[in-house]
């Protein structure tokens, strides 16, 4: 299995799309700590607004992705109106994952950048502009797939600088991390890890730290946690999560998450239902 599709087998990427037509004005959207926006520009101009950043003239098609957005506006002032796709993505959990925490705050990327894309646009429009059966399912996947041709070329061309998918574009920590990510219960030390890397222990954790922008140990631990929540989300309870993330009890496995997140595990959930409540 490639580096991607091993991370998205894990964090597995959903699409929601909320809006496909024409816009006008003013669009106005909230910060959103669940999940990421996409906004597909399929005729503009327009200019994307966000607090304390340049505005953004968009006069080409172009995709827009915000992992974790802040409040912005879409802002349109043709009166031909203009023609997007808007939707909600999730990476398996809501809030902080391996995937969203490597991306910068804003990726703005012209549809011409994406080689292969083309066919999709053309199905997009087919289903964004149609009554079909099943047209808003269509569009979901169809807004997936687009995500990961953008993945894909962020990893292709560096412009990930750093977290997992960096470290899944670096030619020495590839096969460590794709190691980690099949064998979460291994005892890893930085040993194991140095020799898969094929570097010294003092080489490999200082380009480590480097790349991914935190150390092999905790990144371990950021790993185990983020697998801890799906499993946690998924109704699992704490003693079997602990086992299957790799540790030996409850006790440690709490003092690891809580030190990821701020919170034990049940604490956790806890807050997990109550922000379910709130957004039905």
Request: charged share 20%; net charge neutral; proline share 5%.
């Amino acid at each position: 299995m490639d580096r991607l599709s091993q991370l998205l087998r894990w964090f597995s990427l959903h699409a929601g799309a909320f809006y496909a037509g024409q816009i006008c004005s003013i669009q106005e959207f909230d910060e959103d700590p669940h999940q990421g926006h996409l906004h597909l520009i399929k005729r503009g101009p327009v200019t994307l607004v966000e607090a304390g950043v340049p505005p953004v003239l968009i006069d080409v098609p172009t995709i827009i992705f915000m992992p974790k957005p802040k409040w912005h506006r879409l802002i349109v002032e043709d009166k031909l109106g203009a023609e997007v796709v808007c939707a909600n993505i999730k990476f398996g959990t809501e809030g902080s994952n391996p995937v969203t925490d490597s991306l910068p705050h804003l990726v703005c990327m012209p549809l011409d950048h994406l080689p292969g894309t083309r066919a999709l646009m053309s199905l997009m429009q087919d289903e964004a502009f149609s009554e079909q059966m099943g047209r808003r399912a269509a569009l979901d996947r169809l807004c997936e797939m687009l995500l990961i041709h953008v993945l894909r070329h962020c990893m292709a061309n560096g412009s990930i600088n750093r977290g997992a998918l960096a470290g899944l574009s670096d030619a020495r920590l590839q096969k460590v991390l794709q190691s980690i990510h099949q064998a979460p219960t291994h005892k890893w030390d930085l040993v194991d890890m140095a020799s898969i890397a094929g570097m010294s222990r003092s080489r490999f954790a200082d380009h480590f730290k480097a790349v991914i922008g935190q150390t092999p140990a905790d990144y371990l631990v950021s790993w185990r946690v983020a697998l801890a929540q799906k499993l946690l989300r998924a109704g699992r309870p704490v003693k079997s999560v602990a086992d299957e993330v790799g540790y030996a009890g409850t006790t440690a496995f709490s003092k690891a998450f809580s030190r990821k997140t701020g919170v034990a595990p049940a604490q956790w959930l806890k807050s997990l239902a109550s922000d379910q409540v709130d957004l039905d």
